[in-house]
């Protein structure tokens, strides 16, 4: 025996379950579609603010700097980041009777907001797991420095040539009896250059202190071309026989720090600017934002 109510009864159950599953298909299509176009969205925008921030740099080229779209919806609280009155009246007109910096727990904030070393997508909004004060310490603590030894070994070979070279014996060009190194006939030329023309404004000074306005100008006029020679010619003496661009090419080069030098000297700056955090926890390092009233946008509008 089948009673007809129950049989329709099922039959619509499964007619609703069926455009129940229908609309879960359309609508999972539909959702797949709109965040492929979501997506496509996102990449113009970020493409948009990419060649604002960044006109020198071609997207999708190799470029030194980079922009990247970071914990989009992250609350911002203004009174974490407000450097005080006196910061903001400070920048406002630095040229005050005192100087005012960001509140040691204002930078500790700016630094820690700062720190998250982002991943390799731009748009993903993710972090790496890693830090820049995790990089700053590694850098501090490295020894061994992939190519240090290559780079300290073609400065001592530069700096044997540039010696050579600028205390080679080579013959006086006014007097070919005698023997001069580079440098000293380099150092001799460029001296005469410099005696001619301290000469020269000399010269002029005293005659635009004895002379009227008007004798001044016609003196200047006529003489000034010849005085002028005589100091190209002592220039051109330096330039020809002081062998001036070669010996200035070869005393730049003696005038570099060697590659180590180099790295402590940037491992001190960096250790330098580095601070204590005050809950001890890690070091702090300086951070500036653009622009530099940013945190006026933090406050809740009126």
Not at 59 to 70: A, D, E, F, P, Q
């Amino acid at each position: 025996m089948c009673d007809t109510g129950t049989v329709t009864m099922k039959r619509f159950n499964f007619a609703l379950i069926g455009l129940l599953l229908l609309a879960i298909v359309t609508l999972a299509i539909e959702e797949k579609d709109v965040v492929a176009e979501s997506k496509k969205k996102l990449r113009q925008l970020y493409l948009t603010l990419h060649n604002i921030a960044l006109p020198a740099a071609q997207y999708g080229g190799k470029t030194s700097k980079r922009l990247v779209l970071m914990l989009p919806g992250k609350v911002l609280y203004e009174n974490d980041y407000f450097p005080g009155e006196r910061y903001v009246e400070f920048q406002k007109n630095p040229s005050g009777d005192r100087y005012e910096d960001i509140p040691p727990i204002i930078m500790q904030n700016l630094f820690r907001l700062t720190d998250v070393m982002p991943g390799k997508d731009p748009l993903q909004g993710q972090e790496s797991g890693k830090s820049f004060s995790q990089l700053y310490k590694f850098v501090l603590g490295q020894v061994d420095i992939k190519g240090i030894q290559e780079l300290s070994d073609d400065h001592k070979q530069y700096m044997q040539e540039s010696v050579k070279f600028l205390l080679a014996m080579v013959q006086d060009p006014d007097d070919s009896e005698r023997e001069q190194t580079r440098w000293e006939l380099y150092r001799r030329y460029e001296e005469a250059y410099n005696k001619e023309r301290e000469r020269m404004e000399e010269t002029i000074e005293q005659q635009r202190r004895e002379l009227s306005s008007l004798g001044y100008q016609r003196w200047f006029q006529r003489v000034y071309p010849s005085l002028q020679a005589t100091v190209d010619g002592a220039f051109m003496d330096w330039l020809v026989k002081g062998d001036k661009d070669r010996v200035e090419l070869y005393r730049a080069r003696l005038d570099t720090s060697s590659p180590g030098t180099v790295l402590l000297e940037a491992r001190s700056v960096l250790r330098a600017t580095g601070v204590t955090a005050l809950d001890r926890s890690g070091t702090i390092y300086p951070v500036s934002f653009t622009p530099g009233n940013w945190f006026e946008y933090l406050k809740d509008p009126p």
